[in-house]
């Protein structure tokens, strides 16, 4: 198993914002703003998409990897934590695990 994380990811991505665009892709998409650094992670889903549906277990490895780090650059364009994200994520899972609780309960 990879020791490489999405928080990894999201601490290099953040390190990039207000670097030269000449020297990092990542700043270069920041520089763009919101909506080029969104588009670009709609091309890169629908690719992922495209992968899974051929069974294509190289192409879904790329293009996920793709989608991961375009929605981390994403995700600082619009000045939301992946903190915030796994937080919400987070209190799905506790909600559903009440509600599982709660079905035992009448069953
Ligand atoms: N995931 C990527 C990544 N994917 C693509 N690219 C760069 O983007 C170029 C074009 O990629 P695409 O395949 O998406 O091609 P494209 O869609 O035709 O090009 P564009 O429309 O994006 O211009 C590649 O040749 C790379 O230079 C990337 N550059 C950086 N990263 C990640 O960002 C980190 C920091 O990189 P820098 O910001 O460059 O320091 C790296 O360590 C990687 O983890």
Redesign the pocket.
């Known amino acids: 198993m990879s020791d490489y994380t999405l928080n990894d ?1 999201a601490r ?1 991505v953040a390190s ?1 914002a207000g670097t030269s665009p000449d020297s ?4 270069k998409l920041l520089a763009g703003g919101p909506a080029k650094a969104a588009k ?1 992670l709609g091309e890169e889903a629908v690719e992922a998409a495209i992968a899974a549906v051929q069974g294509d277990k190289a192409g879904l490895t790329a293009e996920a ?2 989608v991961l ?1 375009h929605l981390m650059v994403v995700l600082q364009a619009g000045g939301v934590s992946l903190d915030a994200v796994m937080a919400e994520l987070e209190r799905r899972t506790a909600q559903s695990g009440l509600a599982e609780k709660a079905a035992r309960r009448h069953t």
């Open positions: 990811l290099l990039r990092s892709y990542t700043a670009k990897a793709d780090y």
